[in-house]
């Protein structure tokens, strides 16, 4: 019984019949039970009809009367008198003598039934006083033959017992139905993820509902998606890397060569040296920011948050950076609300900052206004970067923090860029349970704009 919908089946199965079997037995007891009780009842209202018939004339006349009704119906009955003795009976009085044996003390006026046991007696039995002028002088015994009885129960017997095969294949059809539909999906979503498990992500899965069934397609499909996703980038990564590691290592050996097995003039040899120590640099830049990109993809880094008065740590970067805007002949501006202050990594945030201020100088001409901004509202705190340079394509937008994507690929190869700078600043964010958000225009200027929550000292 490997099968889930076998054992669906017959969980639900069991379950089922098992109700059905003890709401059938309930049902056919307290059926037969009120049945019997029923015809007890008549059985003893007959008597008591009798005995009103009596006691307002006990003679023998209307004794034989009594006698002579019931010898017509299926019923019997036996008149005596208060001591016992037989005054007249519908039947061979032999028959019920032992019913009649039984002691006659404090039976109330309504009667009362002597025998019940109908699966086991021939017979059940009433009995009704007959009073006059508040004495007992006689007794109405009413009997009915429990081949009656007998009939009844097995025709209810048989009633169930139709009902409950039928009940029992209905359940089984419905069981087989239910246990179908539910593990129709299962297995559907079980051949998408061993599709997925041999590497074709593109799955696809009906939408069956809105229960747990059709989130948990919808959670497949999205899992298949993110892992097409992810094989696409690691992909597009490794071919990054291939291409950004061969190119530099490419300039060195060629002009590496060319130093060695020429003999050059000192200004042509110092060219190309000078060349080789670029692509040098480049090769260690990029290597350097792998590593970084490892570690915080291993969560191997440590984030050591303290309290950073933000304009004393802002001066900093100004004094830092204000020579490179100079000679490059760009306007900085920086405003810093007065008495700021913000949880977080030191190193991190200047290295955030760093990149940021970088790839501003980069994409904007000389001439160039660049600003800071940092300011606080309500329990977050935004710093801002703006520029007015050559901008970010709107379609290029929501890819600039992917690894090695460049938005003009010549042009940032020509400015030394990795493509790796934003995807560092990205991780970083969110290791501090920041966000940065771009807003930019093409030929207008780009914003980068990181927003903090406020954290208590």
Known sequence: MKKLSV????????????LITFMFFFLHNEIADSRIEEELQNLQSRGNSHRAILEKNFNDEMIDHVVLM?????????????SGEVLDSSAP????KKYIEVPLSSIPRDGQVVEEKWNQEPYVATVSPIQINHEVTGYVYMF???VSFRS???????????SGWISVVFTMVIIIFLSKGITKPLIKMKEATSQISKGNFSVSLPKTSDDELGDLANSIELLANDLNYLKQERNEFLASISHELRTPLTYIKGYADIVRKRNLP????????????????????????????AKLDQNSFIIEKEMIDLNKFFTKIDQRFSPIFNEKQMEFTMNCQQNLFLKADPLRLE????????????????????????WKNKNEIHIAIKDNGKGIPEKDLPYIFNRFYRVDKSRTRSLGGT????????????AHGAEIVVKSKENIGTEFELIFKEEKK
């Open 419 to 430: 493509g790796l700078g934003l995807a560092i600043v990205k991780e970083l964010i969110n």
């Open 351 to 374: 290295q955030i900052i760093f990149n940021l201020l970088d790839n501003s100088m980069k994409y904007s001409a000389n001439g160039a206004k660049i600003s800071l901004m940092t």
């Open 152 to 162: 009844l129960i097995q025709k209810l017997n048989e009633h169930f017992l139709i």
């Open 93 to 96: 009085f032999d028959t019920f």
């Open 7 to 18: 054992k669906l089946g017959v969980l639900f199965f069991i379950i089922i019949f098992g």
């Open 144 to 146: 009915q033959d429990t």
């Open 266 to 293: 000192k200004e042509e040899s110092n060219k190309y040296l000078t060349i080789i120590v670029e692509e040098t640099n480049r090769l260690a830049t990029l290597i350097k920011e792998l590593f970084e990109l």
């Open 70 to 82: 019931e010898s017509e119906s299926n019923t019997d009955v036996v008149i005596t008198n208060n």
